[in-house]
């Protein structure tokens, strides 16, 4: 079964340092991955998405990940953040083919100090 | 265009009630997922529909159940509500139901059972 680790609940960054947010995948073959962005109240917005190719994907708002297929990992970065990136963050996990669920990690709360 | 809609915002109710929470796709779509998020987790899956027909469901009970209607809009329905159904329930839409397909998320419904 697959299923995606996020193994830090909560980071605290100051406005205009670097991000980097930790996701680990488990699927038997090359899955889809995505980056969510959730404001406290409001519904998921999809940030960036992996499927093939570049191993570095770029998104929405400044964004990138990285996929490493021997590490398992799909890390979340922005080189600086800004005030309005403190959300919840959550990675998911999406199979290659057939329509499946996807499956998402608990979540990373991102806060920002000035 | 309209993004993914869903009815009603918030609401109430008491054990052992019954619930519906409606959703209204993005003009074009096809695909209705329901995923459920419990306060501080990741979302999980519930069900996905596509023309009208059941294609996948998560590990929930049969209390849970769901429809989509010819105009792709879809019904949520929860019987004997417990305490634990507390969470905010989203959908999601896609084009079609295949794996890659972008699911757009709508606000969610708020669900809280006393």
């Known amino acids: 079964a697959q299923s995606v680790t996020q193994p830090d609940i909560h980071i605290t960054v100051s406005e205009g340092a670097s991000l980097e947010l930790r996701c680990n995948y488990s699927?038997?073959?090359?899955?889809?991955l995505f980056w969510y962005v959730q404001s406290p109240g409001q519904g998921l917005q999809l940030l960036l998405k992996?499927?093939?190719?570049?191993?570095l994907v770029q998104g929405i708002k400044g964004f990138e990940a990285e996929f490493k297929r021997s590490q398992s990992s799909f890390n979340l970065r922005k080189p600086s953040v800004h005030w309005s990136d403190a959300a919840e963050y959550f990675c998911?996990?999406?199979?290659?083919?057939?329509?499946?669920?996807?499956?998402f990690g608990t979540g990373t709360r991102l806060t920002i100090i000035p | 265009d309209a993004g993914v809609t869903q009815s009603p915002t918030h609401l109430i109710k008491t054990r052992g009630q019954q619930v519906t929470l409606r959703c209204s796709p993005i003009?074009?779509?096809?695909?209705v997922s329901w995923y459920q998020q419990v306060l501080g987790q990741g979302p999980q899956f519930i069900f996905q529909?596509?023309?009208?027909?059941?294609?996948g469901r998560g590990n929930f009970p049969d209390r849970f159940s769901a429809r989509q209607f010819p105009n792709y809009s879809s019904e949520l329905n929860v019987n004997a509500l417990l305490l634990g159904d507390s969470a905010l329930y989203l959908c999601?839409?896609?084009?079609?139901?295949?794996?890659?397909?972008?699911?757009?998320f709508g606000p969610g419904t708020r669900l809280t059972v006393t």
């Open positions: 998911a996990v999406g199979p290659l083919f057939g329509n499946e669920k996807l499956t």
């Open positions: 992996y499927f093939s190719g570049d191993t």
């Open positions: 999601a839409s896609s084009l079609d139901a295949g794996g890659r397909d972008e699911q757009y």
């Open positions: 699927y038997g073959a090359t899955p889809y």
């Open positions: 003009s074009g779509h096809k695909s």
């Open positions: 529909y596509y023309e009208k027909e059941e294609r």
